[in-house]
């Protein structure tokens, strides 16, 4: 009787870790983070291996929001991205591809805030009360003539100076991201874009001729006054005295400046508050089907979510992530719980 009860036990178990052995079918997790947010997924990574010596050293690759999400949208088997950490949300047109390759089944959590600021090595007060109006007038192609009128022209200003007199009488030099970063749009939008309203002859245009406005409110000038870097690495070396569009963490690290946009720092109260106008949300995206079949990815979304990575003390407050309020993370543990 007792040699059928061990007989029963050991088919019982064998018929367990069989069953365990078929669902994880990969023992790796794999991510796309973009540029920025890089070394917080990466943070997290690390704290996640430390906890336990068993767990493999999550893939991290280090791209753009465009690719991360095209390839999180390329399919949901178990051979495909598992997750995703981007400063900014999908676009219409990546929800349409994540649709039409059938991954619909997946979570989403904004886990955090984070800035981007106007990084510099100069004084902050030789440029008082600075608004979106005069970064617009910095940095647009084109501009309605300052001597009056409705008409466009060339941007005509090359110091900061000719565009408040309260500012100091050095060359314009802005160096934004290309494309490939997740602020660029942040940019476009709530600097060029609000700062382009507040001048009446192009508010007027956006309603007489949208695609003027679009236009007008969102090309760069080209004349060497405006500059873009597709390179964290390198940026640092080529901004001198010039003026750079940067996450938070990274002025932080190389100990530049801030700039005050329309009187709001880029504090965490003004953050937590939307006072500050440059914000992007930490999203991290994830695969529910992968739960099942990848080892450990529960406890990497776990750690991720923890107090010890985004409360008001966690270690990615250091990558410039700022918390959000305690039911907003409480909310998002439970829904994290009923995936499990």
């Excluded at 500012?167 to 997740?182: E, H």
């Excluded at 009446?200 to 236009?215: G, V, W």
């Excluded at 695969?287 to 409360?311: N, P, R």
Aim: with cysteine.
């Amino acid at each position: 009787m007792k040699k059928k009860h061990v007989a029963l036990i050991t088919a019982l178990m064998s018929s367990i870790a069989m069953t365990v052995q078929a669902q994880a079918i990969r023992d790796t997790i794999t991510i796309a983070a973009g540029y920025a947010p890089y070394p917080m997924a990466v943070a997290m990574a690390e704290q996640f291996t430390q906890a336990d010596k068993t767990r493999k050293t999550p893939n991290i690759q280090s791209t753009s929001p465009e690719l991360a999400y095209k390839q999180f949208c390329a399919g949901d088997g178990p051979d495909t991205l598992d997750a995703t950490v981007v400063l900014r949300p999908m676009t219409p047109a990546e929800e349409e591809l994540c649709a039409k390759n059938d991954v619909k089944d997946f979570a989403k959590f904004k886990t955090g805030l984070t800035a981007i600021v106007l990084g510099f090595l100069g004084n902050p007060k030789d440029y008082p009360h600075l608004t979106r109006k005069e970064l617009f007038l910095a940095m647009a192609k084109d501009i309605p003539d300052p001597q009056g009128g409705n008409k466009l022209i060339p941007n005509p200003y090359k110091t900061w100076k000719e565009i408040n007199p309260a500012f100091p009488d050095t060359k314009i030099q802005i160096w934004n991201s290309t494309p490939v970063f997740a602020y660029y749009p942040v940019v476009l939008k709530q600097i060029m874009t609000v700062g382009c309203k507040q001048m009446p002859s192009l508010q007027a245009l956006e309603s007489t001729d949208p695609k003027a406005f679009e236009a007008a409110c969102t090309t760069f000038r080209k004349d060497g006054h405006y500059n873009e870097y597709d390179s964290l690495d390198t940026v640092r070396a080529k901004l001198g005295d010039g003026i750079g569009i940067f996450s938070d963490a990274f002025a932080n690290k190389f100990a530049l400046n801030k700039l005050a946009i329309d009187d709001a720092d880029p504090l965490p109260g003004s953050i937590s508050h939307n006072v500050y106008p440059l914000i992007s949300p930490l999203i991290i995206q994830v695969k529910k089907s992968h739960f099942k079949t990848v080892t450990g990815l529960k406890e990497y979304m776990t750690e991720a979510l923890s107090d010890k990575a985004i409360s008001h003390k966690g270690y990615l407050l250091e990558q410039g992530l700022v918390p959000l309020p305690a039911p907003e993370l409480q909310k998002m543990r439970a829904e994290l719980e009923a995936l499990h």
